[in-house]
C-alpha cells in the first residue's frame, strides 16, 4: 500500500505519473497549435488561389477589350483613307 500513499516510493509514482500528464498535455498542445497552423496555411493557399483566378479572368477581359478596340481602330482607319 505505500507504493500508492505518501511514503518515498508512492511519492516517486505520482510525480511520474503527474510529469507523463504534463508530458501528453504539452504534447496535445502542440498538436492543437501545428493543426491551426495547418488550416491557416491551407486557408492561405486557398485565398492565394482565389486572387490568381480573379486576376487571369480579369486579364482574359482585359484581351479581350483590347481586341475590340484594336478592331474599331482598324475600321475608323479604313473610314479615313476613304
Do not use: P
Not at 36 to 58: F, G, N
Not at 59 to 75: G, P, W
Amino acid at each position: 500500500m505505500a507504493f500508492w500513499g505518501f511514503k518515498y516510493g508512492g511519492l516517486v509514482f505520482w510525480a511520474i505519473l503527474l510529469d507523463l500528464a504534463g508530458d501528453c498535455m504539452d504534447f496535445a498542445v502542440a498538436c492543437d497549435r501545428h493543426k491551426e497552423a495547418c488550416k491557416h496555411t491551407i486557408m492561405q493557399k486557398k485565398e492565394r488561389s482565389s486572387k490568381v483566378q480573379k486576376l487571369e479572368q480579369r486579364s482574359r477581359e482585359l484581351e479581350a477589350e483590347i481586341e475590340v478596340l484594336k478592331q474599331q481602330l482598324a475600321e475608323l482607319m479604313q473610314k479615313n483613307n476613304q
